[in-house]
């Protein structure tokens, strides 16, 4: 059993103009001791992937369906009580922006001893030796003058130490860190991911990395997840994502970013623009900006194809690449001859 | 390298200094330098990128070069002449302009994106009717890859990546020679930051436009740039060409910059060791003496805290400041 499985997610937000599905549809296993990458442009759902794990989603945003059981423990649907035992303890989350995410009217030592008694039955000098201890783990000098301190008195990269230190403190068996160093300098970005691995070996705990930086995904990463749209286009380990992956999205995504000098000649940039999340195409959400759309892309949303035990790809091309190989029959219905041919142009 | 280009110097900045006065309470004030003493030259049709952390000064250095900022000391020369009076500024203003970071809050939400467009055209009275006016916006949106039925739009009803689309059709209305462009696609997705890239390389050939592209991503501007300079705390430690200062980086900051990003490449990431720097950059109200870097730097030495290294050229065509590099060369 994985530590933590999510089974066919979907969160929406009921907005004026309509609903606008976030994560549709989305299912991966988080197993104990690893890291779990979760990539993805802005507005692909990544982010409200791990807001729905937590069950911190602010209104209107909903979980529609799909389950999520820690432990095998069901956690959609759950009440107030069990949540509240799995927040902080079970599952801790760091967020983006360590300039927002302290409080600051409040000391550090004040917030830190704050989850520390709230988790845990530690009293007051013990909660205070162990926000001590933490803020010692990060990596942060003088930790007894720091617990007088507030937020706005510390750097960026040292408010993001909290965070983890925060996260940390009750020694979770999950840490999810929704971009913890995009808003960091690259200096302090690998002091922050170091830190990470660290502590990583040395509390065996499992990480979902939520993250646009491929970079990072590479750095951190033993698995990943690539959404697109509310939905995983591909999964995979770090080596089959970035080596060879399936999905259109993903080798376009791969192409797009610049590994090297200007004599390597242009970029190649994924034509068109995101998807409006409000007005989802019928077929693949990728199909308007793929170049080898086929006329099925347009019209029909391909699954998740199973490829071996670590890898899915929803790609319509790895069926018509099956067929092609004679690997498997095409069944008439399902995939007629003529929807395999490319589109006209697309949709573009 | 076999390329074929004219080394004719644009832009000659020396010296170029921007404090700021922090006013502390009464009658106190502190003096922040920005940007503390920087000298670059750039040659026409070539793009130099500026790198650094945030708080290094590479926006101001930017903003002093066209004087959106009274530099407070230094020489700015452009096409061999200096630019002082009032007139030539206006000149100047005509031949330099700038790309802002942020589309979203660049671009004024209650004007059509033709105005915005058309704005520098009626600042410098680029044409004499109406109809010319129309024409030229129409263009420019053209030229950056925008249908020119949209001109009656305003910036909201466009994405992220065609609003720095419009940013850059902005700067090109007074048909510049250098386009500041500072941070223009850090905001922007990867798959769009590869357009926005691809179409300031088209509008270079095409224009033979000259790019100071401020940058904090070093793939980015490895990519654009044809030379690099490195900045740290106001001034500049290293700075050679592009492919010179990867391959070969001499300057420690340089070369734990470097290896501070992340390879999106899992073979390379593996292979690559980290040099991780401790401590955070230090304030630019308090900059250490001697060497801006020593505090952090793993190879400091006595004579770091001393004497402030000077820029001096370690190979041919690449400076770098740092006194380790005396010893190498004495050696």
């Known amino acids: ?348 | 390298m076999p390329k074929e280009k004219t080394k004719e110097v644009l832009v000659e900045v020396i010296d170029l200094k921007q404090h700021f006065d922090i006013h502390m309470g009464f009658l106190k004030s502190k003096k922040l330098k920005a940007v503390d003493g920087i000298s670059f030259k750039i040659n026409k049709g070539e793009t130099l990128g500026l790198v650094g952390e945030s708080g290094c000064g590479k926006t101001t250095a930017g903003r002093s070069l066209l004087h959106l900022y009274t530099p407070t000391d230094g020489q700015i020369f452009f096409n061999g002449k200096q630019v002082v009076t009032k007139e030539e500024l206006e000149n100047f203003r005509q031949n330099a302009s700038m790309v802002f970071q942020d589309p979203y809050s660049s671009l004024n939400p209650r004007m059509t994106v033709g105005d915005i467009i058309g704005e520098p055209l009626d600042v410098h009275k680029l044409y004499t009717t109406k109809e010319e006016r129309k024409a030229r916006i129409n263009e420019l949106m053209e030229l950056v890859g925008l249908s020119s039925e949209h001109a009656t739009r305003y910036a909201h009803e466009f994405s992220g990546g065609q609003r720095q689309r419009v940013g850059i059709a902005r700067a090109l209305a007074v048909s510049p020679q250098l386009i500041v462009c500072d941070e223009p696609v850090s905001a922007l997705d990867v798959s769009i930051q590869a357009q926005v890239i691809n179409m300031f390389e088209d509008l270079q050939k095409k224009l033979h436009l000259t790019y100071l592209f401020i940058a904090h991503d070093l793939l980015v501007v490895r990519h654009i740039s044809d030379r690099i300079a490195v900045m740290y705390l106001g001034k500049i430690v290293e700075t050679a060409e592009s492919e010179e200062l990867f391959n070969n980086p001499m300057h420690p900051y340089t070369r734990s910059l470097m290896s501070a990003v992340p390879s999106p490449d899992p073979k390379t990431a593996r292979a690559s060791k980290r040099i991780v720097l401790t401590g955070d950059v230090p304030s630019p109200l308090a900059i250490p003496s001697g060497c801006p870097f020593r505090t952090r730097c793993p190879q400091a030495f006595g004579r770091c805290s001393e004497e402030i290294p000077q820029l001096r050229e370690v190979s041919p065509n690449h400076f770098a400041s740092c006194h380790l590099l005396d010893d190498l060369q004495a050696k």
């Open chain 1, 1 to 348: 059993m994985s530590l933590l499985e999510v089974r066919d997610l979907r969160t929406s937000f009921f907005t004026h103009s309509g609903e606008v599905k976030a994560v549709d549809g989305i299912s991966f296993n988080v197993e104990k001791g690893k890291v779990l990458g979760i990539v993805g442009e802005s507005g692909s759902g990544k982010s409200v992937t791990a807001y729905s794990i937590m069950q911190i989603l602010s209104y209107p945003g909903k979980i529609v369906s799909g389950s999520i059981k820690l432990n095998g423990v069901e956690l959609v649907g759950a009440d107030k009580n069990t949540l509240r035992d799995i927040r902080g303890r079970k599952i801790s989350i760091i967020f983006q922006d360590p300039m927002t995410s302290l409080n600051p009217v409040f000391t550090i030592g004040n917030q830190l001893m704050e989850a520390i008694r709230l988790h845990t039955s530690r009293n007051k000098t013990e909660a205070f030796d162990r926000a001590v201890e933490m803020i010692k783990l990060v990596g942060i000098n003088e930790p007894e003058k720091r617990m007088k301190q507030y937020p706005h008195e510390l750097s960026g990269g040292m408010r993001q130490r909290i965070m983890i230190a925060m996260a940390l403190a009750c020694e979770p068996d999950i840490l999810i860190a929704d971009e913890p160093t995009t808003a960091l300098d690259v200096t302090i970005q690998a002091q922050i991911l170091e830190l990470m691995q660290k502590l990583q070996k040395e509390m065996g705990m499992a990480i979902i990395m939520v993250t646009h930086d491929l970079g990072v995904i590479v750095t951190m990463c033993d698995e990943v997840v690539v959404m697109y749209a509310g939905k995983a286009c591909e999964k995979g380990t770090v080596d089959e994502i970035f080596y060879d992956p399936k999905h259109e999205y993903t080798k376009g995504l791969l192409k797009s970013i610049p590994y090297g000098s200007k004599a390597l000649g242009r970029l190649i940039p994924i034509d068109g623009s995101p998807v409006d999340m409000l007005n989802m195409p019928q077929g693949c959400a990728f199909a308007p900006r793929c170049s080898k759309a086929m006329k099925i892309c347009l019209k029909e949303k391909c699954e998740e194809i199973v490829l071996n035990n670590s890898r899915t790809s929803a790609c319509w091309l790895n069926i018509k690449e099956a067929i092609d190989k004679n690997e498997i029959q095409p069944v008439n219905e399902f995939v007629p001859e003529d929807d395999l041919s490319l589109a006209d142009g697309g949709a573009r």
